[in-house]
């Protein structure tokens, strides 16, 4: 691709959880900046930017009232590529603000909630077709079971049979950015298989009371997380010591989980 749609994000005053067409893009951190690729999550036409305050964890209201000022800055940006040495100023399409003071009453804990009309033509996600769905009784306990699973074949190392679960996933991509399928196969498959074999999996992510499974609008959908609202799948690399993610997207479908994204 020579054009890369971006969203970048600053937050100060407090800690949040950025999506996108309800889909998780990450956690913020006060004061840190946030970039990331959106082209997995975008769709022809309006597409909704949330930032949500993380409250406190003796808190389940959906109303918080912030301890402090609060305010977050957000741009969709598209870069052009034109190699590695030429820099190319990214050309801000939309720019969002918002802010709230301290004591203010956040509903549903948004501190932003915007729409904005993107010009793109990527085929319909299959997330977006789900999203409208109801979530059932079981979905969650489906969604342990599978996790159960998945990290028993990632500790054996079993990258064959962990590969069928990402398959609509990469067949989605590989359709959106009229790519081989075929080597976005094989790309993933040696992704995975230097996660599973020159990296350790953190303890943290094996261990159910750190799992966070948030419900995408009450939906079949959820993002997998850790307590700390991280992707829940990290691992370490046994040489450099860095930390991979594996943020993933899930949905019970008849019974069945799938790897959305």
Known sequence: MDKTLLLRASLHGHDAVLSLNGMVLGKLHDGRELLLPIHEYVQSGDNRIQVTVL???SSNSEQTVLSQDC????HV????NRGPDVLVQPHVLFELNASSQRGQRLKKNRLLDSKVD???SFPRWRYLDLLPST???????LIEDFLVSLFAQIKATQVSSLLPYFTIRNRELACAYGLDPQLVFSDFAAHLKHCCTQAELLESAMDPQNWNLRCIRQSPVHALLGK???PLLQWKCCLSGTTLQLPMHVA???GEVFVLR
């Open 118 to 120: 993107l010009p793109v």
């Open 55 to 57: 409250q406190d964890a």
């Open 252 to 254: 019970v479908v008849g």
């Open 228 to 230: 700390n609202h991280e």
């Open 77 to 80: 940006e598209l870069q052009k």
């Open 71 to 74: 305010s977050v800055t957000v």
């Open 135 to 141: 979530r059932g009784a079981n979905d969650t306990e």
